[in-house]
C-alpha cells in the first residue's frame, strides 16, 4: 500500500457505495484514513468493513447531509479523534424521478428536494467541517458536480448529454459550482483548495447503471483534487482530462 497520504483524515459523504466508496478506496489504498459517511450507519459499516478488509483504516460516520443534528455530531466526532480534516470531498447527490419530465413540469417540491441534498447539504457540511480543514496544513474540499451541470454543455444543442435535460438535477449542480468558486475565492490566501470534480457518465444507482464508465473512472478526477500539490489549481471545474467549461 502506498503511503503517500499517511497520516491525512478524508471524509467522504454518501460512501457506502458507488463513485463515494470508490473514493474512500483509493484515498485509503494510498494510506489516509477514510471516514465514511453514511446516512444508515449499518451501510456505512458495511462499506467500511470491506474496506479494512484491504488493509485500509476506515471508520464509519453517521452523516445525513440534510440533517443538521448529524453533521454537528460527525464534526465532533471527527475533532475529538483527529484534532483535524484534511480532505473533505461532497459526494453525496440525489437525481429524483420526479426530475425527468420537460422542465417545465417538474414539482416545485421535486426542486426543493434536490436543493436541499445537492446544493444546501453540501453547504451544511462544508460550513460546519471548516474550523477543522483550516487546522490541516493542506486543506482540500472537492464537490461532487456533473458535466450536466455545464451552462456550456447544456447550451449546446450537440451536446453528449443535450437530451438530459432534468431540471433540478443540472440545476443544483450549476449552483454547486458556482459554491465552490466563491468559496475558493474567500480561502484563497489560506492552504485550502477547493474544486469541483466531474467523474462523467459513470455506472451507479444514481442513473440505473446506464452509465458507461467504471466507478473506478468515475473517481480519477475526485482523487486527484483530494491530493492537490501546494501549488495545485483551486476554484476550477475539471474532469480527469482537464478543464470542464463553466
Known amino acids: 500500500m502506498s503511503e503517500d497520504l499517511e497520516g491525512k483524515i478524508a471524509l467522504i459523504t454518501g460512501a457506502n457505495k458507488g463513485i463515494g466508496y470508490e473514493i474512500a478506496r483509493q ?3 494510498r494510506g489516509a484514513t477514510v471516514l465514511v459517511g453514511a446516512r444508515d450507519i449499518g451501510r ?4 467500511a468493513n470491506k474496506l479494512r478488509l484491504n488493509q485500509i483504516d476506515a471508520r464509519t460516520i453517521q452523516l445525513d447531509v440534510i440533517d443538521q443534528k448529524t453533521i454537528d455530531s460527525a464534526s ?5 479523534e483527529f484534532g483535524k480534516l484534511d480532505i473533505l470531498v461532497n459526494n453525496a447527490g440525489i437525481l429524483s ?3 425527468r419530465l420537460p422542465p417545465s413540469q417538474v414539482d416545485i417540491e421535486t426542486l426543493r428536494h434536490t436543493y436541499e441534498t445537492n446544493v444546501f ?4 457540511v462544508t460550513k460546519t467541517l471548516l474550523p477543522l480543514l483550516k487546522k490541516s496544513t493542506a486543506g482540500r ?3 461532487l458536480s456533473s458535466g450536466l451541470g455545464s451552462l456550456t454543455q447544456n447550451s ?3 451536446s453528449e448529454f443535450a437530451d438530459s435535460n432534468y431540471l433540478a438535477y443540472n440545476s443544483s449542480k450549476t449552483a454547486l459550482n458556482a459554491i465552490t468558486v466563491l468559496l475558493a ?3 484563497k490566501d489560506t492552504p485550502i483548495k477547493v474544486n469541483a470534480a466531474d467523474p462523467g457518465f459513470t455506472a451507479t444507482d444514481i442513473n440505473q447503471y446506464q452509465g458507461y464508465r467504471t466507478v473506478e473512472q468515475g473517481a480519477i478526477a475526485a482523487v486527484r483534487l483530494a491530493t492537490l500539490p501546494d501549488d495545485g489549481s483551486s476554484g476550477g471545474y475539471f474532469d480527469e482530462n482537464g478543464v470542464v467549461p463553466w
Open 156 to 158: 449546446d444543442p450537440n
Open 44 to 47: 456505512g459499516e458495511e462499506a
Open 27 to 29: 484515498l485509503g489504498s
Open 121 to 124: 447539504g453540501v453547504f451544511a
Open 76 to 80: 465532533k466526532q471527527i475533532e475529538s
Open 97 to 99: 424521478d420526479g426530475d
Open 185 to 187: 475565492a474567500e480561502l
Open 141 to 143: 474540499i472537492v464537490n
